[in-house]
């Protein structure tokens, strides 16, 4: 079992009483306002997702890992890889991407469990370029693109919804140039 440990933050792979609470942070419309057309998810499409995770994780030996708080132990989200098929003009890819519940933005979570998932993604699996999309609109996600080191790649238009998105990329190289704050 892949697990990945911060100094807040248990990074790890999915348990099946991981949906209810994953359920409940994609039924908020304030969580799902930029993801694709916005439309909140239900129980049953996160059953599928969290599925549809795992088997990228037994395909690639990368894929997004649920997001704990080491402390309580609480489901906060999840943050990881993921190959980004919804963007056909970017393939191939691999992007990095967080979703977490409202319960836990402004406290650098996000940051901090992508950080984990960069260097995963870096030194664990050796993948040479990462991409992470936003759409146009989300500081709070560019934001953390931008602490990443991450830099603008292009402006598109996401095929699905017609939203403007925006993608950042950060190469191996880059990675490692930006040395220890690129993990810390």
């Known amino acids: 079992m892949t697990t990945v440990q911060t100094a807040r933050l248990v990074l790890r792979r999915w348990r099946s009483d991981d949906v209810a609470v994953m359920a409940e942070i994609n039924a908020d419309p304030e969580v799902m306002r930029w993801i694709g057309d916005g439309a909140v998810s239900d129980h049953d499409r996160t059953a599928a997702g969290i599925t549809a995770c795992e088997r990228e994780w037994d395909e690639h030996g990368f894929g997004l890992f649920a997001v704990e708080v080491r ?4 489901l906060a989200g999840f943050t990881g890889l993921a190959v980004p098929t919804f963007l056909p003009e970017i393939m ?9 519940g409202r319960r836990h933005w402004g406290q650098g979570y996000a940051t901090e469990a992508a950080r984990a998932a960069l260097r995963f ?8 370029r990462i991409v992470s999309v936003h759409q146009v609109g989300n500081v709070a996600s560019e934001r953390v693109m931008r602490k990443l080191g991450m830099s603008l790649d292009r402006e598109t238009v996401q095929p699905s ?6 993608v950042y990329a950060l190469s191996r190289d880059e ?6 704050a690129a993990s810390a």
Do not use: N, S
């Open 121 to 128: 993604a870096f030194l664990e699996r050796g993948l040479d």
């Open 161 to 166: 919804c017609g939203r403007a998105v925006r």
């Open 175 to 180: 990675y490692v140039r930006q040395g220890p």
């Open 71 to 74: 402390r309580t132990g609480e």
């Open 92 to 100: 191939p890819a691999v992007e990095i991407g967080w979703r977490l």
